[in-house]
Structure formats: C-alpha cells, structure tokens
C-alpha cells in the first residue's frame, strides 16, 4: 500500500512524511511553515485539548497557547520526524495546564465563599456563585487586593499551605500572615459587599 507522498513506490520515499520539512523549516524560524502545520494540523490539535479540558469554551485560548510553545520549543526539538508526538505532548501539557488553572480559580472561589464569608443571608449558599459573572467578580476583587494580602492569601486559599509555610517563604512569622489573611478576607467582603 503506498503511502502518502511515496513517489513510485520508491523504498526510500514510501514512508516520507510531508510535515517533517515544515518542522524543520519552523525549527530554523520560518513563521510561514508554523502557519503551513497550524492549517494542516490544527483540527487535530483542538481535538487533542478538546479531550482534555471537555468544554469548546477553552479551545481557542488553549490552542493559541500550543501554537506559541510550538514555535518557541520548536529550535529545540532533536527529532523532527517525532513531531507528531512532541505536538501531542504540548497540546495535552497546554490543556491540562488550563483544566489546572480552571480547578484553582473554582477552589479559591469556594474558599472565598467558605464559612459563609460572602452568603447572603436570605439565599442557600449553593446558589451564591451560580453564575460565571459571580465567579468573575470574585476573582477580579482577589486580583485588586494589595500584594501584601493577596500572595498570602492566595497561598492558603489556593495552595493550601500553613501559616508556617507562607511565613517561610515570605520572611514573616506566623502571626502576621494570619493578620494579614484576616484583613484580606475583609478587604475581600468590603469590595464584594452588594455585588454577590
């Protein structure tokens, strides 16, 4: 059976690969190869994060993300005719990356959202954060908190360290990462109060 691009059924060329040229080609910086094995081979790429993530709504971003690696990893790949393997691994390590990243932000909403820091009293706390505008408010308020507040803080409620731990890492002692978790929380209930 002859393979695609085989010519003549020649030995040498039955098992060529028509993509090893454009990987070569964006291994030495050729912008218009990476355009050439993203139209070739980009819906199996979306398929690839599609997989992992589960939800279209990721696809796009992921796949700009796996594009850039490519070219960025690309002049250190040592075996072009591997490609189809290295693309596999940078598009499933960028989609697992996001599902990571997904999983955090709904974490720390939770934490947030925990001990009834930011119920309203007259709603059950499953519905408080039903919607994605909700979450987005509440990240977007962890995001404004000083820096002072919010490393700590994002450490314990996203990371899960002990006050030891994020006083180690960042030279303080215990007691003042607790009062600076404290007033993060409150910062966090001032900036949110009527919103959620």
């Not at 990721?58 to 250190?76: H, I, K, M």
């Not at 490393?151 to 600076?180: C, K, M, Q």
Request: net charge positive; proline share 5%; charged share 30%.
């Amino acid at each position: 059976m002859e393979k695609h691009g085989a010519r003549s059924g020649s030995p040498a060329t039955a098992d060529f690969d028509p993509e090893i040229p454009v990987v070569e080609a964006i291994r030495h910086g050729d912008a218009y190869a990476l355009a050439e094995l993203m139209r070739r081979q980009g819906r199996w790429v979306r398929g690839v994060i599609f997989a992992v993530c589960g939800r279209m709504a990721d696809v796009d971003d992921v796949t700009q993300q796996v594009w850039l690696r490519v070219w960025q990893e690309a002049p250190r790949l040592a075996e072009p005719s591997r490609w189809r393997a290295w693309l596999y691994r940078i598009a499933r390590n960028a989609a697992v990356d996001s599902l990571r990243s997904r999983r955090r932000q709904r974490t720390l909403v939770e934490a947030v959202t925990s001990a009834g820091q930011l119920r309203r009293h007259d709603e059950p706390p499953e519905t408080v954060l039903a919607g994605q505008e909700e979450q987005t408010l509440v990240l977007d308020a962890i995001a404004e908190l000083p820096a002072l507040y919010r490393e700590p803080f994002v450490l314990r409620h996203l990371e899960n360290w002990s006050y030891a731990e994020i006083g180690g890492l960042l030279g303080l002692p215990a007691d003042t990462v607790e009062t600076r978790l404290v007033r993060a929380r409150r910062k966090l209930r001032e900036a949110l109060k009527g919103k959620t």
